[in-house]
């Protein structure tokens, strides 16, 4: 065994064409496990959570095949060299979804592979397996992939610990394989530089794809959400309104109820306490409104329009059906008044109400009727809402209750 024969093996046109495949796999993966996992683990539907971890482990599976049909398509070379660069390739795949996914079930099949790998092989049929080498590789390296699986939020690209559990992790494997195939030991260490580098291209790929998607979401952010009270702002409205409006006047049976609201007096709020102060309310009745929209659970959206109004678009409930809603914001507004400075204020909100018709044209006919209903309530005298027309105040709501 000599250094050139290692370094030929590192830098033959195989190697390059199986490493090239592995990392194109790996930036799709990573784009897809980026896009797709916050959303996931944000997800309380365990149905969900299983389907996508199914989901997860189908793709690593379809990632495999890639490899294999790449690997079938090298016809150059010698067997050795091309056998051990598809399972490097393979044990690559296998170790980065465990790190890119949080999927137990990736986990339970790096474990469990080589167990049913060496029920399958025919190769233990020609070698006999040397037991003492084969459990203490393979208990290595369950402890070191559950380690490294319940601490990989601590481990970076430069962690010694990372390394160090990489290094053994590829290490176990490569002392099962050659129980099994005796490869010449150039090629193991071959090999084994080979995952090392693999692996530090897809750690590099993917801190470079999380800072772009971190610089996009803010971006994204930033774009459409307003920047003092953390909710939509008026251009998401103009862009999420149209969708909705085109989607749901060619099916009236499913409603869309549009409510808007603003901050009863708002002006004296800035007048008497300061702009620090109205900005405290702004961003008080805001994330109120948003906490009762997620424990009403119909998907409402909340969007600020500008000044003290907001707007709110439920899809799937009629104006009847949302009165729940403004009552709920209204009892907890009442119940939880905003403590600021030593003050207690005491907000009241104006609604007003109404649901996608046949004889809307636009989004702008559903908008102006609700903010017309808005203004009922106002001139009615304020800390009221209106349904299609019709007006309740909120304080006869209190004295009833």
């Known amino acids: 065994m000599g250094l050139g024969e290692i370094i030929r093996i590192c830098l033959s046109t195989n ?11 790996i930036t799709i993966i990573t784009y897809i496990a980026l896009t797709f996992e916050k959303d996931i683990e944000m997800s309380s539907d365990w149905a969900n959570k299983l389907v996508s971890g199914l989901s997860e482990v189908i793709l690593l599976f379809t990632a495999s095949f890639v490899v294999i049909k790449v690997f079938e398509s090298l016809t150059v070379g010698s067997r050795i060299e091309l056998g ?7 044990l690559t795949l296998f170790f980065y979804f465990m790190f890119i996914f949080n999927n137990r079930l990736i986990v339970i099949l790096n474990i469990g592979l080589p167990l049913l790998y060496h029920l399958v092989s025919d190769s233990q049929q020609h070698h006999q397996i040397v037991w003492s080498l084969f459990i203490g590789a393979y208990v290595l ?3 070191v992939t559950e380690y490294l699986y319940t601490h990989k939020d601590e481990l970076y690209i430069f962690d010694y610990r990372y390394i160090v559990g990489q290094v053994l992790f590829g ?3 490569w002392c099962l394989l050659w129980i099994d195939f005796r490869w010449p030991l150039a090629n193991i260490i071959g090999m084994l530089i080979l ?6 291209i897809a750690r590099i790929i993917e801190i470079k794809m999380e800072n772009y998607f971190y610089t996009f ?5 930033k774009v459409n959400y307003d920047a003092l009270t953390g909710v939509r702002n008026r251009a998401n409205l103009n862009k999420f309104s149209k969708v909705v409006y085109d989607e749901h006047r060619k099916d009236l049976w499913k409603p869309l109820t549009v409510i808007i609201f ?4 708002f002006k004296n709020f800035n007048d008497h306490y300061g702009h620090d102060i109205g900005d405290q309310v702004l961003r008080y009745v805001s994330h109120l409104v948003e906490r009762e929209l997620h424990l009403d659970n119909d998907g409402g959206k909340l969007f600020r329009y500008g000044g003290e109004e907001f707007l709110i678009i439920i899809e799937g409930i009629n104006g009847d059906e949302s009165v729940k809603l403004v009552k709920s914001i209204n009892k907890t507004l009442r119940n939880v008044p905003l403590f600021t400075q030593d003050m207690s204020l005491n907000i009241t909100l104006s609604f007003g109400v109404t649901t996608l018709k046949s004889t809307d044209k636009s989004f702008s006919d559903v908008f102006k009727r609700a903010d017309r209903y808005l203004y009922q309530s106002k001139n009615s005298g304020r800390n009221a809402f209106t349904i299609e027309g019709q007006t309740q105040s909120n304080e006869d709501k209190q004295k009833n209750q």
Do not use: H, P, Q
């Open 84 to 90: 051990s660069l598809f399972i490097n390739a393979e």
């Open 141 to 143: 390296l369950a402890v």
């Open 15 to 25: 190697a390059l064409v199986t490493g090239i495949v592995t990392v194109g796999l």
């Open 262 to 265: 603003d901050i009863d007096g």
């Open 171 to 173: 290490i176990c494997w």
């Open 217 to 221: 979401n803010r971006l994204k952010k």
């Open 195 to 200: 995952f090392e580098v693999y692996m530090f």
